[in-house]
């Protein structure tokens, strides 16, 4: 049985993006559904309808195209589309939404950047999670991407909120850094772990009393601990 979690369903036939994107999604509190041809897509779509909340559908998958998908789909459902391609052109673009997707975007793309376009869509079609997190008097606007403490804007780069709002979403969990690193610089980034701690040094610094909910977890990575009394 399925909870109050949203359910996201995936259908790519790169395996390796179909993996990265559901432990992505798992970690950031959604049910996760795959499929990895587009006639797998369409019976899980068709057992699952009423628990679905958002799709994500690779144009170019093997049986069935994304567009055939997406233009079955239509017939019978306004679940929120957003088509995942390779291909960019405008063509294919304006194509999508002619079918009836409500985004497009090209791979390759940010993980982080994606997250922010699911819950975008989400919220247009009244489904969307809070728009704020509070930790003690540290809050985070997930659509303004800003992080406040004590009312006091705190400057972040683009990658140092990723993080932050990475950490907390799973916080008390130690997290590896391979796994921050594919989940806040995505699948296809060529850098290597060291990155992630440039960026915890970072953020730290700009923390404050904060700085120490980021605890460093021996030969494994970091892991976001509540200040005392905060929820």
Partial sequence: MFDKKLCI???????KIVKALKDFFKANGFHVLGAADGAEALDI???NNTKIDIILLDVMMPFVDGFSVLREIRETSLVPVIML?????????IKGFQCG???????????????????AVLKRAGKGKNDEIAVGDMR????GRSLYISDLRVELTPKEFD??????????????REQILNSVWGYDFEGDVRTVDTHVKQLRNKLGPYAACIKTVHKVGYQFELPGGAR
């Avoid at 409500?102 to 819950?119: C, G, H, N």
């Avoid at 985070?140 to 659509?143: D, L």
């Avoid at 993080?163 to 590896?176: E, G, Q, R, T, V």
Wanted: negative net charge.
């Fill in 140 to 143: 985070i606007n997930v659509m």
């Fill in 163 to 176: 993080l932050i709002h990475y950490l907390i979403l799973n916080k008390n969990m130690a997290l590896s």
């Fill in 101 to 119: 997707a409500d985004d497009y975007i090209p791979k390759p793309f940010s993980i982080s950047l994606l997250l922010a376009r699911v819950e």
């Fill in 9 to 15: 369903m995936i259908a790519d036939d790169e395996a």
């Fill in 85 to 93: 391609t390779a291909k960019g052109e405008e063509y294919d673009q």
């Fill in 45 to 47: 779509f068709y057992e």
